[in-house]
């Protein structure tokens, strides 16, 4: 019964220390931050290429 404890008890802490997803949820997280970045760069230049796009698009004959 000792060493069954023993071994769950091992299994567990195994378990805790595992850190294989860490590299994983890093990249996650740092692909999603630059998706929001690019999102907000084209929220914000978006009016200025359409201005710009405009303008060039009435200048042809």
């Not at 071994?7 to 740092?30: C, F, P, R, S, V």
């Amino acid at each position: 019964m000792l060493k069954l404890f023993i071994n769950m008890k091992l299994a567990l802490a195994h378990l805790l220390d595992d850190e294989e997803g860490q590299g994983l949820t890093e990249y996650a997280l740092i692909l999603a931050l630059i998706a929001i970045v690019a999102i907000v760069a084209l929220q914000i230049l978006g009016g200025k290429v359409s201005g710009v796009l405009s303008s060039v698009g009435s200048s042809l004959p």
